[in-house]
């Protein structure tokens, strides 16, 4: 809690001050230091009720998960922070982005540390909110604002599920509150049926795509799961998440292996790896998701760093564009080589034994599973080497390195850096089947990518069209036409008022007429009368201030007498 | 006693001094006015439960001058005499806006009278009171097609008062009752409830406003002048959802509980009407006003599911507590929101989304206030509308699962709405700067004002909350518990 603290007091200096871009870099990577330090010191944590009502007392369990997961998260923080520094695309607008960021960093340290679902709903709010504004961070480009606002909505659906969950949670139906809250953990990790909000979002800038795709609020989902739900407890919904897991990790791997566009491979890969979370939690071992989670944390960064350098070189995270001289950037080839065997499982990196136990324990739960993660392996070899290849080709013309900034070439090595010290003081060594198959697979798959890199299968169109970041064409075209169509009917249902008003006016002069002719018959002064009425009725009409001048002496009358009447019975009762 | 009608009789006053001085002190007056009923308010949300006043009116009748209330009735004391001056100093003066200002006057008397009632004639006649300025305020003072906009005002309004009169005399008249004092009223049962039930809710409805007793308010709202959108939206709106929850909840429990899950399903199709018809909403005004069916949905189904879990329950405390807490968010938030369309508009000519399109990135912060405010319309945590509609919807899902599913999509439709509407004032490609007047320092005070008044209620909502867990349900027991 006081790390997120410290980083919300750091966004609202940010967006005060409104410093040059270096400084607010200096801040965020000085409030980010003390946040770690913070959550490993003794300081009690602070506890605040909002809502007693529902249970939302924000306060923090500082456990050790908490406290490594907030590490994580503010190490590749501060080394996306730096990256950020040498990327021209957060150039303009450097104060919102990193007071923004700083913002979201803030909510997701408390997220790691939430007590409850219901203040992890609340986290994750805010964080869907900046990260809205963060992809949103070019302005100038509308493609920027929609899909900044598509990821709101579809993470808003995600949240909201969630909220319902934990209502359900608090009004003791286990099965139904783990089911919602499942679906939103889902919806916000971009599993299948809810991915294309998150491969819209690659317009984002780099090092927003590098946290908030990789290592934070994708990565909430599961770790939400995981940490608060016991999956023994409901079986139904355990099986079911493990069964939707493990198909969407298969078919995003395929479609991360397919994709023409560096930054869509990423998030595709990203989804397959949150989906293998996913797998962990359900067969209950919400350790091993922790250590899914963390192991891509450290390494999909660096394979971001590389597509967001190509695509700062090139102006398009498209593949093919890159040439021969990129293989001339050492940072370049290191980010790449460096995420793509820490990505996959290579021994000594964390995902090796992570991966291996969470398939180990699958294949416990159902045999056949043990081939989805030899698959995915094999898959995932494929995938890194294609990014690989792809985006350091061999046959194209021109790279113009000039624009990368030195900030970005120091997070590669920080970055590489961050990932051998985690891994090395982490490192299990395991000798059993599983653990020695699921590297080896990733290899041969790498092998067979490289071999065949000359081949249309390595060079093939994306199974999933790029159309699909406009995936709400169709549901905003039914709302457009719903709502033209209800405010059609709104305006025609005045047309009863309308007729009913007409009708009263009309009668209205009628009976005015019939009263005046009646007064002109009986009346022998009639005319002279008639006449003065007419003064009299156009002088109010003409003069309001006169008009409401009576009124209101009036009520100011009607006011005195009710206060002599309430004196008067005061004085005789 | 005496703070009550200071509350009422400054507005009184100051509507009959208004119009024979010059246009700006009418302006300085009435928005001084305003705020000492905020301040009273305030005062009578911390101190308040005690005041009261208690007189013999109409004994043939029943009826009693009995004024004094409970959290509920105070905060919306303090919310009207707030947005009242939050409005008129959001707009520039006007042709003959010293009249205008005594309107609004009345009409905060008018408001005061209703939130403080303890008598269900007290009650009409504030309502009364409060409503029929309004109808000159968009017929004087509005714009395009105002005429047509203030006869459908007032059209429905006269309905839906006549419902609502008709339910009263029903409550005051039915078996077991004596009077048209809250205390005097017992809950009919049978057919007769029925029928009162019927009569209030449908009187409520037209206020709400709930759909399909809803098709006033866009027009009037963007025939309105913009302070008459503000006090329109923010107050008038409110004389439905408060007479929901102090007489249809609080005199009818019973009755409303055994209709709670059509009352659940009516709610839930305004909201998403509301939702969807605003989404393809090019005016701003328009636009905005759609949010507000929608927002006033939640409090419906908030007021659905207090019945069916039971006048006395925790759900029940927590969905009027929200429904409550709805209100007064609805009121700053929607009210600011109002304000700055309006300021949009007259500066840019044009309220238009499609002409409007990434012109409010550079040159005016006016863009930037809009995105805020719609932000906490939506329900960002942090600011006022996400206290209150987690509250619903924690206690929706409670009750029904289902409805808490509906009422996320509807929340979610909204969020496509503001989302839109945001992208479209702020996102594209970089125009050269337009020569716009300055931004006056009045709107930005008052705009200012709102937003710390709506971040207060995000940040702590206990402030009111706290005080919203007394609310009296059955509303006999604001007579009878001091």
């Known amino acids: 809690m006081w790390a997120a603290i410290i980083l919300a007091a750091t966004a609202a200096l940010i967006a005060a001050l409104r410093p040059r871009r270096r400084s607010a870099v200096c801040a965020v990577l000085v409030s980010l230091g003390a946040a770690i330090w913070v959550t490993w010191s003794p300081l009690p944590e602070p506890s605040y009720a909002w809502l007693p009502a529902l249970h939302l007392v924000l306060a923090g369990r500082n456990d ?12 590749i923080a501060a080394v996306v922070a730096v990256f950020a520094l040498g990327d021209p695309e957060t150039n303009d607008g450097a104060p919102r982005f990193f007071a923004t960021y700083a913002l979201f960093v803030g909510a997701m340290l408390a997220f790691v540390s939430a007590s409850s679902i219901v203040f992890a709903y609340v986290c994750w709010e805010i964080m869907g909110v900046a990260s809205f504004v963060l992809i949103g961070h070019d302005m100038a480009d509308a493609a920027a604002g929609a899909s900044a606002r598509r990821a709101l909505t579809a993470t808003r659906l995600g949240d909201l599920s969630v909220l319902i969950g934990a209502a359900l949670f608090a009004a003791g139906s286990l099965e139904a509150g783990a089911s919602f809250v499942v679906v939103g953990a889902a919806v916000k990790s971009a599993q299948l049926g809810a991915s294309p909000w998150l491969v819209g979002a690659m317009v984002a800038p780099t090092p927003v795509s590098a946290l908030l795709h990789s290592a934070t609020l994708v990565a909430a989902g599961p770790y939400l799961v995981a940490r608060f739900i016991a999956f023994p407890n409901v079986p139904v919904v355990a099986a079911a998440l493990l069964a939707y897991a493990a198909i969407t990790a298969l078919i995003s791997a395929i479609f991360a292996a397919t994709s023409d566009d560096a930054k869509r491979t990423l998030a595709w890969s990203s989804i397959e790896q949150l989906a293998q979370a996913f797998v962990a939690a359900a067969v209950g071992m919400p350790r091993l998701a922790l250590a899914v989670l963390a192991g891509h944390a450290i390494a999909k960064p660096a394979l971001f760093f590389a597509a967001g350098m190509q695509r700062v070189a090139t102006g398009t995270s498209r593949y093919a564009t890159a040439s021969r001289a990129a293989r001339r950037i050492p940072s370049l080839v290191s980010a790449i080589v460096y995420g793509a065997i ?28 043990l081939f989805a993660g030899v698959a995915l392996a094999s898959l995932g070899g494929w995938y890194v080497t294609r990014f690989g290849l792809l985006l350091l080709p061999s046959d194209a013309r021109r790279f113009e390195t000039r624009r990368i900034g030195v900030g970005s070439s120091i997070a590669v090595w920080l970055m590489i850096a961050v990932g051998a010290s985690t891994s090395l003081t982490y490192v299990r060594v395991a000798i059993d089947p599983v653990s020695i198959a699921l590297p080896l697979a990733a290899i041969a798959g790498a092998a067979a990518c490289f071999a ?67 007064d002109r018959a009986t009346t022998s002064g009639g005319r002279r009368v008639a006449a003065d009425g007419t003064r009299a009725g156009s002088l109010v009409a003409g003069n309001p201030s006169l008009y409401l001048g009576i009124s209101g002496g009036i009520f100011v009358a009607a006011g005195l007498a009710a206060l002599v009447i309430v004196a008067v019975r005061k004085a005789v009762i | 006693l005496i703070e009550i009608v200071v509350a009422i009789l400054v507005p009184v006053v100051g509507a009959a001094i208004a119009p024979f001085v010059s246009p700006r002190s009418a302006r300085r007056l009435t928005i001084l006015i305003g705020l000492v009923v905020a301040a009273l308010g305030v005062a009578g949300l911390v101190a308040g439960s005690g005041w009261s006043i208690d007189v013999a009116w109409i004994p043939s009748l029943g009826s009693r001058l009995s004024l004094g209330s409970d959290a509920l009735g105070w905060s919306l004391v303090a919310l009207s005499g707030g947005m009242t001056a939050a409005a008129l100093a959001s707009v520039p003066l006007r042709e003959r806006s010293e009249v205008l200002d005594a309107l609004f006057g009345v009409t905060l008397a008018g408001l005061v009278v209703v939130f403080l009632a303890r008598d269900l004639l007290v009650f009409y006649v504030g309502f009364e009171i409060a409503l029929v300025p309004m109808y000159f305020i968009i017929a004087g003072w509005g714009e395009g097609d105002r005429t047509r906009a203030a006869l459908t005002f007032f059209l429905y309004t006269r309905f839906g008062s006549l419902a609502m009169l008709l339910g009263f005399v029903g409550l005051a008249l039915g078996p077991g009752s004596h009077g048209f004092a809250f205390n005097a009223i017992t809950e009919p049962t049978g057919i007769v409830a029925a029928w009162i039930a019927g009569g209030l809710l449908l009187g409520f409805a037209v206020k709400l406003p709930a759909v399909p007793m809803h098709a006033w308010l866009p027009l009037a709202h963007t025939e309105a002048p913009t302070e008459g959108s503000i006090v329109l939206a923010s107050l008038l709106l409110k004389l439905g959802g408060f007479g929901l929850i102090r007489i249809a909840l609080g005199f009818m429990p019973h009755t409303l509980a055994a209709i709670a899950g059509w009352i659940i399903v009516w709610g839930i199709v305004s909201a998403l009407w509301g939702a969807i018809a605003a989404y393809g909403q090019n005016d701003l005004k328009r636009l905005v006003a759609y949010s507000s069916i929608n927002h006033m949905g939640y409090v419906l189904v908030a007021v659905g599911v207090a019945a069916a879990s039971g006048p006395r329950s925790v759900t029940a405390h927590i969905a009027i507590a929200g429904a409550a807490l709805q209100l007064i968010s609805h009121g700053v938030l929607t009210g600011a929101l109002f304000a700055v369309s309006g300021a949009i508009g007259e500066r840019y000519g044009t309220r238009d989304l499609v002409q409007l399109r990434g012109r409010l990135r550079r040159g005016t912060k006016l863009g930037w206030w809009f995105a805020v405010l719609a932000l906490g319309s939506l329900g960002i945590p942090g600011l006022s509308g996400f206290a209150a509609e987690i509250q619903i919807l924690v206690a929706t899902a409670q009750v029904s699962p289902v409805a808490a599913v509906f009422v996320a999509i509807a929340i979610v439709v909204t969020t496509g709405v503001f989302a839109r509407a945001i992208v479209m004032l702020l996102f594209g490609p970089a125009r050269r700067n337009e020569a716009l007047g300055p931004f006056p320092a009045a709107l930005r005070l008052a705009l200012v004002a709102l937003l710390v008044a709506s971040a207060a209620l995000g940040l702590a909502p206990r402030l009111l909350v706290d005080g919203f867990a007394t609310i009296r349900v059955p509303a006999a027991e604001l007579v009878t518990q001091r």
């Open chain 1, 452 to 518: 065949l890199r000359h081949t249309a299968l390595v060079r093939c169109a994306p199974l999933i069209p790029n159309g699909i970041d406009d995936w709400d064409a169709a549901f905003r075209r039914t709302m457009g036409t719903l709502a033209g169509f209800l405010d059609a009917l709104d305006r025609g249902v005045l047309g009863v008022t309308d007729r009913l008003g007409a009708t009263i006016v009309a009668s209205g002069r009628t009976a005015d007429r019939i009263d005046r002719a009646i």
């Open chain 1, 342 to 369: 820490a990505l996959v499982g290579i021994p000594p990196f964390l995902s090796s034994w992570a991966l291996a136990g969470t398939w180990t324990a699958a294949g416990r739960v159902q045999s056949i599973l």
């Open chain 1, 64 to 75: 050790e998960t908490a406290r490594l997961a907030a590490t994580v998260v503010a190490t």
